[in-house]
């Protein structure tokens, strides 16, 4: 069997690798009826899926704020394993969990105790020295029941995301439903402005970035003015500032990593001195430890 497809994905299911073609999942799965289920995408480095550890504690949070009981850690990370030793220079791992076969509604027949399903890949990585982003006319809900979990339920940031890529952007940057800033599509975004970085708090909605929770780490231990915004301290108007250079922008993810912005609503802006400071410390601590 070829488990590697033309498109240099591996697939790991059911314990095993498997080829392109087979058949995973059944037609009933909950993940795939109603996208009840998580996941993680790992970047790749020197041959690890780097900051394991802390994408399997979240995805172990995402699974019960559903009310799923998480795969065990063991098994994922001999699935992450197995993935990588046949896709060596793979740039992505991507775990994904559901709540397994399910009734065709939104309900559950069961308490959620059965082994759900999981599917873990290796995949390309594409990764970009700079960004470009657009504002986009929806909105994060932060009060939403799935706030905060990374879902498989991601249609809105597939809609958002080709807005932005219509418009030459990479990434779509959306409000919560009270103006404040809130997050991109797969990205968390940090706001460079009076000598500082800030990124939104987690109130805004957004997801607790893995880069994020780095980048504050390692920039507060390294003397970098970077730092959570108090709730509701920077408002979506604050790209009003970034457009007018008086503010710059980068974008953080598990395959961006630290990305300075360039591009605003497809007009060029100046890239700031702490975005530059901060993706290369990240670049340097990154390299250290692949398990951070
Ligand atoms: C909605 C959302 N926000 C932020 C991020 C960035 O998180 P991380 O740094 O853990 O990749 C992601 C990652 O895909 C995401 O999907």
């Known amino acids: 069997m070829s488990a590697i497809d033309?498109?240099?994905?591996?697939?790991?299911?059911?314990?095993?690798?498997?080829?392109?073609?087979?058949?995973?999942?059944?037609?009933?799965?909950?993940?795939?009826?109603?996208?009840?289920?998580?996941?993680?995408?790992?970047?790749?480095?020197?041959?690890?899926?780097?900051?394991?550890?802390?994408?399997l504690r979240r995805l172990a949070i995402s699974a019960r704020g559903l009310g799923?009981?998480?795969?065990?850690?063991?098994?994922?990370?001999t699935a992450v394993d197995e993935v990588l030793a046949f896709a060596p220079t793979a740039g992505r791992v991507r775990i994904t969990f559901t709540a397994g076969p399910g009734p065709l509604g939104s309900n559950r027949d069961d308490d959620g105790d059965?082994?759900?399903?999981?599917?873990?890949?290796?995949?390309?990585?594409?990764r970009a020295d700079v960004g470009r982003v657009v504002?986009?006319?929806?909105v994060r809900n932060e009060r939403s029941a799935v706030a905060g979990l990374k879902t498989t339920s991601y249609a809105e940031n597939v809609?958002?995301?080709?807005?932005a890529h219509r418009r030459g952007a990479d990434e779509a940057l959306l409000a919560n439903t009270v103006g404040e800033l809130c997050e991109g599509t797969g990205a968390n975004v940090f706001v460079e402005r009076g000598g500082e970085l800030l990124t939104p708090h987690l109130t805004?909605?957004?997801l607790a970035g893995i880069t994020r929770e780095l980048l504050l780490e390692w920039g507060a231990a390294?003397?970098?003015?970077?730092?959570?915004?108090?709730?509701?301290?920077?408002?979506?108007?604050v790209l009003d500032d970034v457009a007018a250079g008086r503010a710059h922008l980068a974008t953080t993810g598990s395959i961006r990593n630290v990305t300075p912005v360039v591009a605003l609503d497809e007009r060029a802006v100046p890239v700031g001195e702490l975005c530059q400071a901060a993706r290369d410390l990240f670049a340097r601590r990154q390299a250290l430890d692949v398990d951070p």
């Open 204 to 206: 805004s909605g957004c």
């Open 6 to 55: 033309p498109t240099g994905v591996v697939i790991w299911a059911d314990g095993r690798l498997h080829g392109p073609t087979d058949a995973l999942v059944s037609g009933v799965d909950h993940g795939l009826t109603v996208g009840d289920g998580v996941f993680e995408t790992c970047g790749v480095v020197q041959g690890a899926a780097f900051a394991l550890t802390r994408h």
């Open 159 to 163: 809609v958002a995301l080709a807005y």
């Open 135 to 138: 504002r986009v006319p929806w």
């Open 68 to 77: 799923l009981v998480p795969p065990d850690d063991g098994a994922v990370r």
């Open 114 to 126: 059965r082994p759900g399903t999981l599917v873990v890949l290796a995949g390309p990585a594409t």
């Open 222 to 237: 390294e003397g970098l003015p970077v730092r959570e915004a108090e709730p509701g301290e920077l408002r979506y108007d």
